[in-house]
């Protein structure tokens, strides 16, 4: 028992020095290189441009905060859309696996192989350079439906009266998606989508072939039985892999720096290198994603303690 | 006949799929055949051939041409037989790793010699090899080596953070909680930027690592704490018993770990192992970020040459088909150890237990 304290202590020991020997080399550079710690640079104007903004208006005049502050809302947009885009996409590729068509069957099965075995940052520069690079430009936009125009300078879509037009070198109106954004979504939403097929399948494989063939007995069809049979019991088998495809969907959007989507990495980088505040920007990113992470996996948890208590209590 | 009816026409909806399926196919396969075979420039003296297909085949002349840059980066190129079999040996290794009867504990021994002459090969200054600087080292090798030589420090420190998180005394297992669960919560990128920006400040002053290893020991800590939950899971998969009557034999805790345990929990986790290392391999593109030179960034960087810009979608499908080679091995091979034949009843039920716990990728 004793020996086992003395271990921790020095366990403690050697991590507290460890910490107090780069904390003071670090001060040491700081103040060879002349950099002030600490938050006060938030305040400072930031002096740079953001190419696209979510909730927050924002101008170079404003403050390295508030151009934080773009960063993250941005990311928040491409995570909470990217998330629910590759939960439909991947739970129908899953379902398609399991098809009886066995064209459709191996059709998925090939998706999640390609999707699953190809880097995430190879197939964002692909789908840039495919927007970028292979769509003309917007006076020849495509047109595959009317009221959608996809061309160099980003795709655009619709809303309910208010229908993209061209007006100069761009188009207005509607809801546009700019080449960087349309890429990165893309690029998240079917790489995620293959690994959250797979949980899918995977879930709804595991539900025992008896309770199927019951629900058929009780005189259910297919549709029936998925619905109210497999699915329910799937889903709680689902739900904690599921959790970490969403959190490994929103680290993943941080991406989005190598191809240009001004998201929380990227203005934290560009803020970095404008301020020489390298710690603190790390600081921001690593507790901005921690806290996501997080959140994630509380709300997820809740989530998951009610199918399953359902579950436990019918 | 019977086959198709079963099939691909057994209910209404299941025919309309097959039709649909069938038009599509009918509509993009040959278009995209077209485009990447048929109408393809495979090589050309100038980009503008390629140019004049642009838009009706593909530009493969802009591979053909940039192939030694994208393969070997800045390497020197009478020199550049040193990295391609450097690959070779390093894939060679890894296929030797992947028999069951080479599972024995002179593989650690055959990995440091082999790591130990891949180094020697691409450094040189040993045996008449012109010595190279390892700033010029890139391309293909340097994704494999980043993803050996991480894998190789990965895994032990993996082990060890594992053993911690289960292990009996509370502050260690707080600092492996707190190591798992702070890695596994932030993305890849920040931890790159970590070693590249903050490293150098956390050291004294003059005191510098090298930008290469920088990158190489993020990677590690990276992976660690990932493949650590995995040997986790492996761990958890072996009874209590078994500890318990090494314990009985009079085997002290390291003896009944490295002896009893670590054989049987490791040998339940290498399916998720090997996927987990698939994920840390095609993580290893993310060091472009932080400008090294590995296959992605050569292929990046190929298409700045101002001559042969906006080949992107070819480049980038290159460099797709090289990663899923290794990839599509890997899972292949990974599916193999799940369904193949495992050693004894116990294995194998191990082997689904580990995997019920990972089914997660």
């Known amino acids: 028992m004793k020996k086992s304290w003395l271990w921790q202590a020095a366990l403690i020991g050697a991590a507290g020095f460890a ?54 809302a941005n990311t928040f947009r491409i995570a909470a859309l990217g998330i629910v885009l590759a939960t439909l996409l ?21 998706y999640v192989e390609l999707l699953r075995n190809v880097p995430l940052l190879v197939q964002l520069f692909f789908w840039y350079a495919l927007i970028s690079e292979n769509l003309p430009a917007p006076a020849e936009a495509l047109n595959p439906l009317p009221g959608v125009f996809l061309s160099n300078r980003g795709l655009y879509f619709p809303l309910p009266g208010d229908f993209p037009e061209l007006s100069g070198f761009n188009f207005t109106g509607g809801v546009g998606l700019t080449p960087e954004f349309a890429a990165l979504l893309l690029g998240l939403v079917t790489y995620t989508a293959a690994f959250i097929a797979e949980i899918v399948r995977a879930g709804i494989l595991s539900v025992p072939r008896g309770q199927v063939d019951a629900a058929y007995s009780m005189g259910l069809a297919r549709r029936g039985a998925m619905r109210y049979i497999v699915l329910p019991q799937a889903l709680r088998l689902v739900v904690p892999p599921l959790t970490s495809q969403y959190l490994n969907l929103t680290k993943n959007s941080s991406l989005a720096v190598a191809i240009g989507y001004p998201d929380l990495v990227s203005i934290a980088n560009t803020t970095m290198n404008q301020t020489g505040q390298a710690i603190e920007g790390i600081v921001v990113i690593m507790a901005v994603y921690l806290t996501i992470s997080l959140s994630i996996s509380l709300v997820m948890n809740g989530y998951n303690r009610r199918v399953a208590l359902r579950g436990v209590a019918r | 006949m019977k086959w198709a009816r079963e099939n691909l026409f057994s209910s209404w909806p299941s025919a309309l799929a097959t039709f649909l399926i069938c038009f599509l196919a009918w509509k993009l396969i040959p278009p995209f055949f077209h485009w990447a075979i048929g109408n393809a420039v495979w090589s050309a003296a100038s980009a503008e051939t390629c140019r004049a297909a642009e838009g009706q085949g593909a530009c493969w002349a802009f ?32 296929v030797l790793s992947a028999f069951r009867s080479m599972w024995r504990w002179w593989l650690s021994l055959v990995w440091l010699s082999g790591l130990g002459l891949i180094g020697a090969l691409m450094w040189g200054g040993v045996a008449g090899l012109p010595y190279v600087e390892n700033e010029r080292w890139g391309g293909l090798i340097l994704t ?92 958890q998969a072996v009874p209590r018993h078994q500890s318990e009557t090494a314990a009985a034999l009079g085997m002290g805790y390291w003896r009944a770990t490295w002896l009893v345990v670590l054989p049987q929990a490791l040998r339940a986790s290498i399916p998720p192992l090997v996927n987990t290392f698939i994920g840390f391999f095609k993580d290893t593109s993310l060091v472009l970020i932080i400008g090294l030179f590995d296959l992605l960034s050569t292929v990046k960087v190929s298409l700045q040459d101002a001559a042969w810009s906006g080949f992107g979608v070819e480049a980038y499908l290159f460099a797709a088909a090289v990663y899923f080679v290794f990839c599509y091995a890997m899972s292949a091979y990974s599916r193999s150890l799940e369904t193949g034949p495992a050693r004894g009843a116990g294995a194998k039920q191990a082997l689904a237990e580990g995997d019920r716990l990972f089914a997660s990728p």
Request: charged letters at 15%.
């Open chain 1, 90 to 110: 991947g739970a129908a590729i899953g379902l398609a696996r399991l098809a009886p068509n066995w064209l459709l069957a191996r059709l998925a099965g090939a």
């Open chain 2, 144 to 235: 494999l080596i980043l993803a050996s030589f991480g894998a190789a420090l990965a895994f032990p420190l993996a082990i060890l953070l594992a053993l911690g998180r289960r292990s009996s005394l509370p502050a260690l297992r707080a600092l492996c909680i707190a190591y798992i669960e702070l890695i596994r919560g932030v993305p890849l990128i920040s931890v790159l930027f970590m070693a590249s920006v903050l490293l150098p400040l956390f050291l004294p002053a003059g005191v510098s690592i090298d930008k290469l290893l920088r990158a190489q020991l993020a990677l590690a800590a990276f992976a660690a704490a990932y493949l650590a939950e995995v040997v986790r899971g492996g761990l």
């Open chain 2, 63 to 94: 591979i053909a041409e940039k192939h030694r840059f994208i393969l070997f980066s800045t390497y020197p190129f009478e020199q550049q037989w040193r990295p391609a079999l450097a690959s070779l040996l390093l894939v060679l290794l890894w």
């Open chain 1, 19 to 72: 910490v107090w020997y780069f904390a003071s080399n670090t001060a040491q550079n700081l103040e060879a290189r002349r950099i002030a710690s600490g938050f006060g640079f938030l305040s400072r104007e930031a002096g740079f441009e953001i190419g696209e903004t979510t909730f927050f208006s924002y101008s170079a005049a404003d403050t390295y905060l508030r151009a934080l502050a773009v960063g993250l």
